[in-house]
């Protein structure tokens, strides 16, 4: 299937400081990727759209100014965390579908904000 | 929005045994899909469906596209423990070419 790469894996970062999450895809080209946040135990909760070439489409009660995304080419988009607080500490997951509908999805970000 | 009823939510089950679990919607699906997810990874597509009433197996998994087209099931034979995870049913809600609504997730606990 078609590769997503996600990175860092795992970030830790103090209070107040940002943090950026990028999300590639290495073999196909992605006019649209996603970005979700998962709690332990949960299912995958979709933040925001990313569309590129244009504005991110963010789902309803996702600060867009808290979490910034960028689409800069076809085959990238980056989530920045602005101002992390605690509670933004979570898993971040990216994905990108294919032509077919089929969604590939990255290894996911562990945040960490202490 | 739009919802999928994904059960059951967890399952304990002796490894060797079968698995099943299934996915419900209220609206026709075009496509099913079904993820596995591990524990601090990412969700890893096992089987995508595109019409109804279509079968189609990867190894030990079995997936069906119900006849109707709104609801759709998994089966993995003769589990074994790597068979332990989160596993969800995906699809993309009619007229939407953007995202993906998920299932709730299946718990699965493969014991020695």
């Known amino acids: ?114 | 929005g739009q919802q999928l009823n994904q059960s059951p939510q967890s399952m304990f089950i002796q490894e060797g045994e079968d698995v099943s679990m299934n996915c419900t919607s209220s609206s026709i699906f075009n496509t099913w899909l079904w993820y596995k997810q591990d524990p601090g990874e990412g969700p890893v597509l096992l089987i995508a469906l595109y019409k109804a009433g279509e079968l189609t197996s990867n190894g030990r998994l079995t997936a069906q596209f119900g006849i109707t087209r709104k609801d759709s099931f998994l089966n993995i034979s003769a589990s074994i423990p790597s068979d332990v995870g989160i596993y969800f049913c995906a699809g993309p809600p009619p007229g939407s070419a953007r995202q993906l609504t998920f299932g709730s997730g299946t718990q699965l606990t493969v014991l020695p």
């Open chain 1, 1 to 114: 299937g078609a590769v997503v790469s996600q990175h860092p894996s795992r970030v830790i970062c103090k209070s107040g400081t940002s943090v950026k999450i990028e999300c590639r895809s290495l073999d196909f080209q992605a006019t649209t990727m996603f970005w979700y946040r998962q709690f332990p135990k949960k299912s995958l909760m979709l933040m925001a759209t990313s569309n590129e070439g244009s504005k991110a489409t963010y789902e309803q009660g996702v600060e867009k100014d808290k979490f910034l995304i960028n689409h800069a080419s076809l085959t990238l988009s980056t989530l920045t965390v602005t101002s992390a607080h605690p509670e933004d500490s979570s898993f971040y997951i990216c994905s990108a579908r294919t032509r077919l509908q089929e969604a590939f999805f990255g290894q996911g970000t562990r945040l960490t904000v202490v």
